[in-house]
């Protein structure tokens, strides 16, 4: 009964491979975000989704490409991969729209190695 | 950006005592301010929250106070256990548009038995 699941918890890759990591929520949430931590903790949003809507895009390579093909799935797939795109990646929800702010919900992470 | 150059910054407390752990937020305009409370090998996860109509906010062991004239937020744990030593964040955001939220540096919180 896993809220916010990830797969896969650990991604070991060379560089210039493609690579995907998925996300899904079982809490009927209509928010969805993928946060990228570095090696010093600090967490910055990369992404979010609103029923299915991309709606916050940060300054982000094109590399990265967000996809949501339902409201309870936003799944993160990575072209050509670099060195420096080594971290964590944490997948998140809330129950929220416009004008409002809610919790948000952390998946356990994916922890990405580019060899 | 990344934090480059910055280290996490670390709280080390004995157990049974108080701990209080500090954050200023950057956005006069944030509204809404979330403290998250990180594992080792976990996701953050949500310990309590205050709105910017409040000053204070208990939880059990938590209390949460805003400074909104100085944008300074704190955490207070009460009677610190083993089981509370993890990275702590302060998080703030806007209700104004659709929710994004800034994650503050963090800091680490060790509880010496």
């Known amino acids: 009964d896993t809220a916010v699941s990830q797969t896969p918890k650990y991604l070991v890759t060379q560089m210039g491979n493609d690579k995907s990591i998925k996300c899904e929520q079982n809490?009927?949430?209509?928010?969805m975000y993928w946060y990228k931590q570095d090696s010093k903790k600090f967490l910055k949003i990369m992404f979010s989704y609103n029923n299915k809507e991309l709606i916050i895009n940060e300054t982000v390579p094109n590399r990265f490409s967000p996809k949501s093909p339902d409201k309870a799935h936003l799944n993160l797939h990575i072209n050509s991969l670099e060195l420096g795109d080594s971290a964590v990646y944490f997948c998140?929800?809330?129950?929220?729209?416009?004008?409002?702010?809610?919790?948000?919900?952390f998946g356990p992470g994916t922890r990405l190695t580019v060899l | 950006g990344e934090s480059v150059g910055l280290h996490l910054p670390t709280l080390s407390v004995q157990e049974g005592d108080n701990s209080i752990i500090n954050c200023a937020y950057s956005?006069?305009?944030?509204?809404?301010f979330i403290w998250y409370k990180q594992e080792s090998g976990k996701g953050p996860q949500f310990i309590i929250d205050i709105r910017s109509n409040m000053d204070k906010r208990q939880g059990q062991r938590v209390t949460v106070l805003l400074n909104k004239t100085v944008k300074h937020l704190s955490l207070q744990i009460a009677a610190t256990q083993p089981g509370d030593s993890a990275v702590y964040f302060c998080?703030?955001?806007?209700?104004?548009?659709?929710?994004?939220?800034?994650f503050g540096i963090g800091t680490k919180l060790q509880v010496i038995p």
């Open positions: 998140a929800s809330s129950q929220e729209g416009q004008g409002s702010v809610d919790t948000q919900y």
């Open positions: 809490l009927g949430h209509d928010t």
């Open positions: 956005n006069s305009a944030s509204d809404y």
């Open positions: 998080a703030e955001s806007y209700s104004g548009g659709y929710q994004k939220v800034t």
